[in-house]
T-cell receptor
Framework: AQKITQTQPGMFVQEKEAVTLDCTYD???????LFWYKQPSSGEMIFLIY??????QNATEGRYSLNFQKARKSANLVISASQLGDSAMYFC??????????????FGSGTQLTVLP | GAGVSQSPSNKVTEKGKDVELRCDPI?????LYWYRQRLGQGLEFLIY????????KSGLPSDRFSAERTGESVSTLTIQRTQQEDSAVYLC???????????????FGQGTRLTVV
């Protein structure tokens, strides 16, 4: 079974609108971390936001917020007030394991976001 | 250095030749990851080093692929008898990992674009 599933290969959003990128995950570990990365056409991987499995509140970083629904095993990324520069591939990732023995980072297949002027 | 450094940035090789890719992680980072990203695809996990623990090699696609890392320093990914299907961008990442468990983000290098002709 896929550990990270991103069901939207491509998304379009109008500039200044908000957009939600979906991510569901599969793990039996009680301790895990969820990450979102942005990959522009230039190819670099840029870390955006982190959510821990024990965190009580949804993570926020500027225009990025994470809609964490633990019971549904979903960690959707919300980008508010989209900008043209947000056009990129977005990857959801997970690391499982208790503190001190975390395992490798597993990535989803990505969502290509295009912001329209 | 300030970030993760990979070399070479581009490599063109003939089918059947061996190639060696280098990754210099952020100083002090105990965790190091190698990923493969084919054109338009997601990140495929290859191998994970964590301190002096035995590496997680579960993602290596065949015995033509191997990687080494001495302590917490440079890592090399070697592909023997390259084939056209090995053409991809090979990304290296490092994180502080040890003692901080699941919540440390991975910092990526710019990647090595390998083309097998």
């Amino acid at each position: 079974a896929q550990k990270i599933t991103q069901t939207q290969p491509g998304m379009f959003v109008q500039e200044k609108e908000a957009v939600t990128l979906d991510c569901t995950y599969d793990t039996s570990d009680p301790s895990y971390g969820l990450f979102w990365y942005k990959q522009p056409s230039s190819g670099e991987m840029i870390f955006l936001i982190y959510q821990g499995s024990y965190d009580q509140q949804n993570a926020t970083e500027g225009r990025y917020s994470l809609n964490f629904q633990k019971a549904r095993k979903s960690a959707n990324l919300v980008i508010s007030a989209s900008q043209l520069g947000d056009s990129a591939m977005y990857f959801c990732a997970m690391r499982e394991g208790p503190s001190g023995s975390a395992r490798q980072l597993t990535f989803g297949s990505g969502t290509q976001l295009t912001v329209l002027p | 250095g300030a970030g993760v450094s990979q070399s070479p940035s581009n490599k063109v090789t003939e089918k059947g030749k061996d190639v060696e890719l280098r990754c210099d992680p952020i100083s002090g980072h105990t965790a190091l990851y190698w990923y493969r990203q084919r054109l338009g695809q997601g990140l495929e996990f290859l191998i994970y080093f964590q301190g002096n623990s035995a590496p997680d090699k579960s993602g290596l696609p065949s015995d033509r692929f191997s990687a080494e890392r001495t302590g917490e320093s440079v890592s090399t990914l070697t592909i023997q008898r390259t084939q056209q299907e090995d053409s991809a961008v090979y990304l290296c990442a490092s994180s502080s990992g040890q003692g901080r468990g699941v919540n440390t983000e991975a910092f990526f290098g710019q990647g090595t674009r390998l083309t097998v002709v």
